[in-house]
């Protein structure tokens, strides 16, 4: 792919980032799936069938169909990025200096392809070599995480997401997706598909604790003109919206940001969940989101290095100004109890 670029959400698809589910799905059960985010174990083999038959569709389509784990292992090829992803993944303060330089020169050794499985996949204490001993190995099950598993890496669209020129790299809000981030971090900076690309990166790759700065790509929608949709969820924060509104002010990326206030349950959990960009002026959208208290600002530049911040009646009014639009056209889904 020559540009990388995302300017709406209607646009041909002409590149997309998938994952197909793997060992880290395996490695769910019932009394540790809520904890990585999942409600229930699934089958993972049936999971992969049906993902080669929606990949091998959209290439069918002409789209360039990227695997993370084909990334992640061509990206190993770079001993610079081995080396920081060992380094960040299995960290000397998560397993202590001699427990994890250990790990650490064992995973160096694997085939650079089991070395991406493991790095979402997860290992546990059983795996690693009997000759590896350490007061931290003496003091877990074999069935413990050395470095647990990453299921929801098949959500790519949450850890990073692309807005006109460039791409936000996203500090996930909750434990069990945050090394997801690291992943595609070094993806971006080492992978010759995005090398020599002139993209910029908006939010997310320092090395800092983002602390409640955090976002996930699924509350953010890129309906043109220059304008991005960004929904306040439970793990998109209005922190996080600032620093990303700020940096694609200064790259002059967008000229407004509409952040929406989203309705505190889980079946609004993201606002991809909730509203769909269909055509220029047509969305769908649960009727929740879109009611009069639902509150609603628009995020401009002050023409300083800093962001005005307007309240705006409504969403829908926030949005055909932004899209320059008499009335947009919504068609409602859901609204029952179920």
Excluded at 53 to 70: K, Q
Excluded at 153 to 168: A, K, P
Excluded at 266 to 281: A, F, G, K, P
């Amino acid at each position: 792919m020559d540009k990388h670029y995302v300017g709406s959400e209607i646009g041909q698809l002409r590149s997309v980032m998938l994952h197909r589910p793997n060992l880290s799905l395996k490695r769910l059960t019932p009394s540790n799936c809520q904890e990585l985010l999942f409600d229930d174990v699934l089958s993972v083999e049936r999971a992969g069938e049906e993902h080669d038959v929606f990949a091998n569709t959209l290439r069918g389509e002409g789209v360039e169909v990227l695997l993370l784990t084909d990334l992640l292992t061509q990206t190993l090829d770079v001993s610079d990025a081995k080396a920081w992803l060992l380094n960040t993944q299995v960290s000397d303060y998560r397993l202590g200096p001699a427990f994890a330089s250990d790990v650490r020169g064992w995973l160096a050794d694997m085939p650079h392809r089991e070395l991406a499985r493991r790095l979402s996949g997860g290992l546990t204490y059983g795996e690693i070599p009997t000759h590896i001993k350490n007061m931290v190995v003496d003091t877990h099950a074999l069935t413990d995480f050395i470095m647990k598993p990453l299921p929801n890496h098949l959500f790519t669209r949450d850890t990073s997401c692309w807005i006109y020129n460039g791409v936000s790299i996203n500090p996930m809000a909750k434990a069990a997706r945050q090394r997801e981030t690291n992943n595609l971090r070094a993806i971006y900076r080492w992978h010759p598909a995005f090398t020599d690309g002139k993209f910029i990166k908006y939010y997310g790759d320092e090395n800092i604790n983002y602390d409640h700065a955090t976002l996930e790509g699924g509350d953010v929608l890129v309906i043109g003109r220059g304008a991005v949709l960004i929904g306040m969820s439970e793990r998109t924060t209005p922190q996080g919206i600032e620093f990303l509104a700020e940096s694609l002010f200064k790259h002059q990326q967008a000229s407004r940001v509409i952040a929406v206030e989203l309705p505190k349950h889980r079946s609004c959990m993201h606002l991809d969940t909730v509203m769909t960009h269909l055509d220029i002026d047509t969305f769908s959208v649960y009727p929740e989101v879109v009611r009069k208290d639902v509150q609603c600002w628009t995020l401009t530049p002050d023409g300083h290095g800093g962001i005005k911040r307007h309240q705006e009646t409504s969403l829908v009014n926030a949005i055909e100004k932004a899209l320059g639009i008499d009335q947009v056209k919504l068609i409602t889904t859901g609204g029952d109890a179920f």
